[in-house]
């Protein structure tokens, strides 16, 4: 009894002593791996902390100062909210902005129809199936600039490919549609080179819709309209809503096209800039472009900004707010 007392008093120690090792084996797998995680992410993380976060920072405290891109640090100043105040107080801004928001409101329904209608159309099984859905989504694979170019060769007044088949009907013609129709010209190039990204959304949309539903209504005897009114549209709602979101946003943001529509210095001699766009295309980034490099006021164009940020969220979340009133979901949300 007694040898068999301490043959336990001995194993006992000898049991804690393995699972010891184990766990500080364990331990060590556990920092070997958290390290190999992290170094993996290391090129990300500085990416998302030097491309990201300190921009981010920097930008909203040049926003409360009179930085001028040029000066020394040690004389710029902090102005607190003069540039915020200051921005709501400016009609050119508040000008600009609202021609914005108008072209936005006015170009997001033709971009979701063009896309819905090219979606639907090559839903009816046609010919060549393949063909036109590389032929409608090509526009969106071209560069802005070549884009622009494109429309600067259609429009030209003196040489144009438009006023060339318009004189063909009544000779001597010469529109200047980078002039008058400026607005169009751009509406025009924004529904050409975009239409095809959202006709994919939108088919990879109509392709998720069950058979079934519209052979059943259709037996019920329903119309063509019928089903698509009743069937199609509210399951593409979740679709429409992303389309809409996606393309507001972009629309809201609306910059290169405008300036590359410009042709000549379009006035931007006075504003030390090369190209400044006609008044009925003259967005709002435009503007606040104009603010920081032709005037030098880094401050209060980046306080332009985070003006246009915030009414970018808020326009976000009334869409998100109002969306469960009208977007149907498969899956219910929280």
Avoid: H
């Avoid at 990879?204 to 079934?212: C, D, K, M, N, V």
Wanted: hydrophobic share 55%; net charge positive; aromatic share 14%.
């Amino acid at each position: 009894m007694i040898t068999e007392t301490r043959r336990a008093n001995v194993a006992t120690p000898r049991r804690f002593v393995r699972l010891d090792q184990a766990g500080r084996w364990l331990r060590r797998r556990s920092v070997r791996e958290a390290l190999t995680f992290y170094l993996f992410i290391s090129p990300w993380g500085l990416g998302l902390l030097c491309l990201t976060l300190f921009p981010f920072a920097m930008g909203v405290l040049i926003s409360f100062t009179n930085y001028d891109g040029i000066s020394p640090i040690n004389l710029v100043k902090f102005t607190g909210f003069a540039n915020y105040a200051r921005a709501l107080d400016d009609r050119l801004a508040l000008q600009t902005f609202s021609r914005t928001v108008g072209f936005s409101l006015w170009l997001v329904p033709l971009l979701l129809i063009a896309s819905m209608g090219l979606a639907l159309l090559l839903q009816q099984g046609v010919k060549g199936l393949g063909a036109f859905r590389a032929v409608f989504y090509l526009p969106t694979l071209f560069p802005v600039v070549t884009t622009a170019l494109i429309w600067l060769t259609i429009t030209n007044k003196n040489a144009g490919l438009l006023n060339a088949a318009i004189s063909l009907v009544r000779p001597g013609t010469a529109i200047n549609w980078l002039g008058e129709y400026a607005l169009l010209v751009l509406t025009l190039l924004m529904v050409w080179s975009g239409a095809g990204q959202g006709m994919v959304v939108f088919l990879a949309g109509l392709q998720g819709i069950s058979r079934e539903l519209k052979e059943a209504a259709m037996i019920d005897g329903a119309s063509s309209w019928q089903v698509f009114r009743c069937v199609t549209l509210p399951l593409l709602t979740s679709v429409i809503f992303f389309q809409l979101l996606v393309s507001l946003i972009a629309a809201l943001q609306i910059f290169v096209q405008t300036v590359l529509l410009t042709p000549g210095t379009g006035g931007g001699a006075q504003y030390g800039l090369g190209r400044v766009p006609k008044p009925s295309i003259y967005m709002y980034m435009n503007y606040v472009m104009v603010q920081i490099l032709g005037f030098q006021r880094f401050g209060y164009g980046t306080a332009l900004l985070w003006l246009f940020f915030v009414a970018l969220v808020l326009v976000a979340l009334v869409m998100y707010k109002t969306g469960g009133y009208w977007v149907y979901y498969e899956v219910e949300q929280d």
